[in-house]
């Protein structure tokens, strides 16, 4: 992977927009492989996570004028819409994946040392210094759902323990996350 | 169920861009992230606030099958067969003849504009093809938009225009008021700005322009730029 930088992605969706084929060529190079990552771990077979590639690219392709930049990063945008995808698409009754849960619990593991003063201002930061203020139970529930796009009751099921408890984990560890992210100001529309 | 707001509404986006919102309460909720600004920016925040775990993730290499899928789908929506070369070329000279149908009545309608042949046109269309406005650069130094229409109803927006190089970043030419009629921007056919130039763009921005020297808002308009002279 070349030059990701959100400018630089920026400007390949402001070109895809305006049905510039080679910047679409030249995005899906760049981040095939960020979402082909995030959607292999929640719909959990590589048939599936390929199909929700092909739907995400289409969906890029289709809606890319719709992307503003002013409102949101333009990898966090094509995240989005790659686990909506796949959330749409993983089957209801499907077993259990493989569950990584050295990657949910390394959430909060090493940084590299010497952040310089943009990393220190990421939004990647701060979202790392306040996962690192939850509970262990909670960055624990947080992560699996993100990752694996496990629902409380799955959850409930791998951890096993009361489905009232996870929710509650789940619920309390998004709420520290709010405030904490708030507190950082990371995104003005998480504040009350 | 009423649209949540305050805390719930923050509770429920939350759980919705985690990923634990689902079956019909998922689909409820992005029923109302389309009604509801203010919902969207809710779920924008978390979508902010949470993504960077994703980047955590090492990539995984998709096989290129993929890529032809998206290909082909994308290129069957201009013609109903299997993109081809046929295709393009349909496509292209449909738009070609469009474009000098357009010309010919813009050469008419310039008769009462700057005196002289322009150096170069762009006609401003939506995606949808609808043209918008025409662009014409005239020598010395007199770009003149001139739109027809203004775009969508957004009546707290400016339109700003970008010339789009072969190669790089937008670059911005400045702002226009989003309404039908002429505006003037002074600059010389050999501005660094207009170096390189495939085309024209117009982006909805805040008033006074983009706050960031590139687009912040959706891409509206486009038009490649057609030379009609050697300056």
Known sequence: MKDVSPEHLADLLARTALRDHAAFAKLYEATRAKLFAVSLRIVGERPLAEEVLQDTFVNIWNHARDYAPSKSAPLTWMFAIARNRSLDIVRRTRELPDIDDALAGNLVGDEPEALDEMARRSDAHKLHQCLDELEADQRQAIGLAFFHGLSHSELAEHLRRPLGTVKTHVRRGLNRLRDCLARRGAGESLGS | ?231
């Open chain 2, 1 to 231: 169920m009423k649209r949540p707001t305050g805390d719930l509404a923050q509770a429920l986006a939350a759980e919705y861009v985690l990923g634990t919102l689902r079956g019909r309460a998922r689909q409820r909720f992005e029923t109302w992230i389309g009604e509801d600004s203010a919902l969207a920016r809710v779920v924008a925040a978390w979508e902010a606030g949470l993504m960077p775990m994703a980047e955590r993730l090492p990539g995984v290499e998709p096989p290129a099958r993929v890529w032809k899928a998206i290909e082909a789908r994308i290129g069957r929506r201009s013609d109903e067969s299997v993109w081809s070369n046929a295709a393009l070329w349909r496509a292209w000279a449909a738009i070609a003849s469009g474009v000098a149908v357009v010309l010919l009545a813009f050469f008419t309608w310039l008769s009462q504009g700057p005196r002289g042949e322009p150096l170069f046109v762009a006609v401003l269309s939506s995606t949808q093809a609808v043209p918008y406005g025409v662009v014409s650069m005239h020598s010395p130094d007199i770009l003149r938009i001139r739109m027809v229409r203004p775009v969508g109803d957004s009546p707290d927006r400016e339109l700003e225009l970008w010339v789009i190089p072969k190669e790089g970043a937008p670059r911005s030419l400045g702002v226009m008021p989003n309404e039908r009629g002429d505006t003037i921007i002074h600059i010389t056919s050999s501005d660094p700005r207009v170096r390189g130039a495939v085309s024209l763009a117009v982006s909805l921005e805040p008033p006074g322009g983009s706050p960031t020297k590139r687009p912040t808002g959706p891409m509206v308009l486009s038009g490649p730029i057609a030379p009609v002279r050697r300056g």
